[in-house]
């Protein structure tokens, strides 16, 4: 299994200020053959399903704010939420789709300050 | 606009089985871009991948749940189905159906659109 862990669990950010999630799984990743991370970002917010931020690592969904940004390869992941807005406050998942076992992240909760 | 819709019991009684079924609308399940997953989440905790379908009837289950899971598809419903066995307490959770994008190098791509959620409590 390709053990996926983020940090912080919580974080609190003020309005505008910037809020930055790690990702990190047990094992690589990235496929060399297509040169891409197989590594993605969820949004959960209450009582509602995940919604996909990012894939690819860093490929932002269509429709996501651009203030939401994904970085890093192989092992270790990072998800920028440039200015937060108070519509940002949710539980961040990454997952990994690398191997056949698809794996998520426990979450990090993010609150306003 | 791609939309799935979970339905099933919300009540199993422990060692029963768990039946849910995914209805597919605005995209074709017979697709060969898609994968049709399950993925669940107890109460307040994470997200835990069940599984996953292909249109060619391939199924990937997680491992730690195989011996119990079947995922079937029905093209002509355009639905998927879980069937989850022997459940117990621990199998209570709110239940997702998702859209995975297949097309990628591997056959494996992140999950695009899902469904509500349905919440299935396992209780006598």
């Known amino acids: 299994d390709i053990v996926m862990t983020q940090s912080p669990d919580s974080l609190a950010v003020s309005l505008g200020e910037r809020a930055t999630i790690n990702c990190r799984s047990s094992?690589?990743?990235?496929?060399?053959?297509?040169?891409?991370?197989?590594l993605a970002w969820y949004q959960q917010k209450p009582g509602q399903p995940p919604k996909l931020l990012i894939y690819?690592?860093?490929t932002r969904e269509s429709g996501v704010p651009d203030r939401f940004s994904g970085s890093g390869s192989g092992t270790d992941f990072t998800l920028t939420i440039s200015s937060l807005q108070a519509e940002d406050v949710a539980v961040y998942f990454c997952?990994?789709?690398?191997?056949?076992?698809?794996?998520f992240g426990p979450g990090t909760k993010v609150d306003i300050k | 606009q791609v939309q799935l819709q979970e339905s099933g019991p919300g009540l199993v009684k422990p060692s029963q089985t768990l039946s849910l079924t995914c209805t597919v609308s605005?995209?074709?399940?017979?697709?060969?871009?898609?994968?049709w997953s399950w993925i669940r989440q107890p109460a307040g905790k994470g997200l835990e991948w069940i599984g996953r379908i292909y249109s060619s009837g391939n199924t990937y289950y997680n491992p730690s749940l195989k011996s119990r899971v079947t995922i079937s598809v029905d093209t002509s419903k355009n639905q998927f189905s879980l069937k989850l066995s022997s459940v117990t307490a621990a199998d209570t959770a709110v239940y997702y159906c998702?859209?995975?994008?297949?097309?990628?190098?591997?056959?494996?791509?992140?999950?695009?659109?899902w469904g509500q959620g349905t919440l299935v409590t396992v209780s006598s």
């Open positions: 690819w690592a860093s």
């Open positions: 998702a859209r995975g994008l297949g097309i990628t190098m591997t056959g494996l791509g992140w999950n695009d659109y």
């Open positions: 605005g995209a074709s399940i017979s697709s060969d871009s898609y994968y």
């Open positions: 094992q690589s990743v990235f496929y060399s053959s297509n040169n891409k991370n197989y």
């Open positions: 997952q990994q789709y690398y191997s056949n076992f698809f794996t």
